[in-house]
């Protein structure tokens, strides 16, 4: 039994037994409800992407890695080890009651989280493939994106045969954003790959199966791509392209999604699914819009007021500021692109990617996630607060049925508003000596620096009252 392993599995049930038992909680009611639904998953097998198809009940709960640096983070490492604990003990917590860990249950905990996720609370990653591939200013191929005219492209559609570990960046942020060790990783799984995202997933997973071997703990989880990976593999009608239709269907429909935001429809400005230029570009960032309507006011010559059906977007691309990264707040990353072109509104009321590739807004693809449990980052400090409650509020009002009608009967879902939880901002693991959570897992060569910070995990039961 690692020590390892141990430790980290007491740190968490000390610290976030709350979360364990609020999740079973969800999960017997979930049972009763009988709730089953078939979902198509990546796995990773001797280096080799399969497709699976999970067809037993399951409660799904959801982790996340970015596709906006190749080298795992100590983020990212964090949020894949907090949702396996989540999910084995509280599967262990549902089949024996323990209350108080004791050396046998930890010894019993440590054997399961050895062996591939087993139980009815089925851990997933649900990775986005529509960002920009250094949204945060710590890849180390940043040089060769821009050169190569792909810093705007959405991570689904960039190509890895002009791209180049940038040697700026490894001079400056060794040690900090990066190790000498990953260098190499990242080069030689760049020529092995053409897909960007390929190349990606291969650098991370041979990262985790490094950090499984120290910690004892089996960290390859099922992977699911969304949206572009899934809209390229459905059909006109099938449930991405129905919520995107629905969506655009009038004023109305574009109204409530914005109201899902907390957003004002008067300038029109929020674009719901932003659509790619033929030039590549698709970075949400660098996509400003407007949307017009038929004119349902006296004025004829003003259909900005509009009120009936989508009559067309006008989309502009330019190039804009990104993010920075945890070590220099002024090396912001950037987005380069420049295009105008307009989309008619058909196009989107009637959605068909083939013809009209987008990207929609996160909270309304998640709706087709499978997920009922999810972990966020570090909400309140490091991500998002606005992004999780127009989550909620998009989960709440599809299920009273006023955002996309019709979704849950079309395809048996279960509109249900997931569960919330938390990296808790304090517990996040971070480089010892810089104390940026970016940090790459190769810049921490003791992993007691990690297992000592233990593992805090807290259900946000503040955001899912907002969003009733």
Not at 230 to 248: C, F, N, P, W
Request: glycine share 6%; charged share 20%; proline share 3%.
């Amino acid at each position: 039994m690692s020590d390892y392993c141990c430790r980290l599995v007491e740190g968490f049930l000390a610290k976030s037994m709350l979360a364990v038992k609020a999740l079973a909680k969800s999960v017997q009611v979930h049972r009763e409800e009988s709730v089953q639904r078939e979902v198509s998953l990546l796995r990773f097998v001797d280096g080799k992407k399969i497709s699976v198809r999970v067809n037993d009940a399951h409660f799904y709960l959801r982790g996340s890695v970015e596709y906006t640096n190749p080298q795992l983070t100590a983020e990212e490492l964090q949020g894949i080890i907090g949702v396996r604990l989540l999910q084995t003990c509280t599967n262990y917590y549902l089949r024996t009651g323990m209350q108080e860990l004791t050396k046998a249950d930890c010894s019993n905990l440590c054997d399961e989280l050895k062996t591939s996720p087993q139980g009815y609370v089925l851990p997933f990653l649900l990775n986005t493939d529509d960002v920009e591939a250094d949204r945060y200013s710590i890849n180390p191929l940043k040089q060769s994106l821009i050169s190569s005219g792909q810093s705007a492209f959405p991570v689904a559609n960039i190509k890895t045969n002009q791209l180049y570990v940038d040697k700026a960046f490894v001079e400056k942020y060794e040690g900090a954003l990066i190790s000498k060790e990953e260098v190499e990783l990242i080069a030689e799984e760049l020529l092995r790959h053409e897909s960007y995202m390929d190349f990606v997933d291969a650098v991370k997973i041979r990262q985790l199966e490094m950090w499984e071997k120290i910690l004892g703990i089996n960290l390859n989880l099922y992977t699911l791509r969304m949206p572009l990976s899934v809209l390229q593999t459905e059909r006109k009608g099938d449930m991405l392209h129905y919520i995107i239709s629905e969506a655009h269907q009038s004023y109305q429909t574009v109204k409530q999604a914005y109201d899902c935001m907390g957003r004002s429809i008067t300038k029109h400005s929020t674009l719901l699914t932003i659509p790619h230029s033929k030039k590549g570009y698709g970075s949400k960032r660098a996509a400003h819009g407007k949307i017009h309507f038929t004119n349902n006011s006296n004025n004829k010559n003003d259909n900005s007021i509009g009120g009936g059906a989508l009559l067309d977007v006008v989309i502009k691309y330019r190039s804009t500021l990104l993010y920075p990264n945890g070590i220099d707040s002024k090396d912001v990353s950037v987005a380069q692109g420049e295009d105008d072109f307009m989309v008619d509104g058909a196009s989107l009321a009637d959605y068909s990617y083939v013809k009209t590739p987008s990207s929609p807004q996160f909270f309304l693809y998640a709706l087709a996630s499978p997920e009922n449990a999810a972990l966020w980052h570090g909400i309140g400090a490091f991500a998002a607060s606005q992004l999780l409650q127009s989550y909620l509020s998009a989960h709440k009002a599809c299920s009273k049925g006023l955002l996309i009608p019709g979704l849950a009967e079309k395809f048996g879902l279960h509109c249900k508003t997931p569960l919330q939880f938390n990296l808790v901002p304090e517990g996040m693991w971070r480089n010892p000596k810089w104390q940026n959570i970016d940090a790459s897992v190769g810049t921490i060569k003791d992993p007691n620096t990690l297992i000592n910070r233990g593992m805090w995990l807290e259900q946000l039961t503040e955001y899912n009252s907002n969003s009733k």
